[in-house]
């Protein structure tokens, strides 16, 4: 082999390692190509993932905001329903307050109000000593009243004596009285609107018995009836 066909077989052979090394360079450039786009294409994706993940938290605490925001304003708006609730019961409790006066000045004027007065007085000293169960007691009645309670005694201790089959007990009147019936005077002070307060003679039983105590009870029993009496048919 001569010196020509030698160069000829080395620049055979240089151009097939040439275009071997294209070749490799070119699919190492492709693959590269193709792993950097893979690579932007997720960290594309995974930015968009954290928007997404960003937008749907902040609209969550939108979402939370506005629940408590509206939370917030139906129990403002309840707080003023029962507010508005409350006025009116108490103004009907306020009403019926000024009734009893009715029943306990009364007898200080009209005779037919001085009996039905006294019959309730009469029936609330039995009432307290069937509750009381005591031979001896003590009395607490307003000034005005003194005169009126009296009268009732004996008729209470005959009834009583009967309902609880013992002898008629002993009834002291005492010496302090219960407050005077409301009045422009004593607007913010105690006030009493009729009625008595029966205690044993050592004190430690104690029957609260006068028109504002049983109007208090009454309320607090009826109440449930009274709002739905008066609330339902608002909403009706």
Aim: glycine share 2%; hydrophobic share 40%; proline share 4%.
């Amino acid at each position: 082999m001569n010196d020509a066909d030698v160069s000829k077989q080395i620049q055979q052979m240089v151009r097939f390692i040439r275009q071997e090394a294209e070749e490799k360079a070119n699919e190492i450039s492709v693959s590269a190509e193709e792993e950097f786009n893979i690579e932007k294409l997720q960290l594309v994706e995974a930015e968009k993932k954290k928007i997404r993940q960003e937008y749907e938290r902040k609209e969550k605490q939108v979402e939370v905001r506005k629940k408590i925001e509206y939370s917030m304003q139906l129990n403002a708006s309840r707080i003023k329903v029962l507010q508005a609730q409350d006025e009116v019961v108490n103004t009907m409790k306020e009403a019926a307050s000024k009734e009893l006066l009715h029943v306990s000045h009364g007898h200080l004027h009209v005779i037919h109000d001085h009996h039905q007065y006294r019959k309730l007085l009469t029936d609330l000293i039995v009432q307290s000593l069937l509750r009381l169960k005591e031979p001896a007691v003590l009395l607490r009645c307003r000034n005005d009243d003194v005169n009126i309670v009296e009268s009732a005694l004996h008729p209470a201790k005959v009834a009583y004596a009967e309902k609880a089959n013992v002898h008629p007990p002993e009834i002291i009147i005492d010496k302090v009285h219960l407050p005077p019936a409301p009045s422009h005077h004593n607007a913010h002070g105690p006030f009493c609107s009729g009625g008595v307060v029966l205690a044993s003679l050592d004190g430690k039983i104690v029957c609260e018995n006068t028109l504002d105590a049983r109007l208090d009870v009454v309320f607090r029993k009826k109440l449930p009836e009274i709002r739905k009496w008066l609330f339902v048919q608002v909403a009706a």
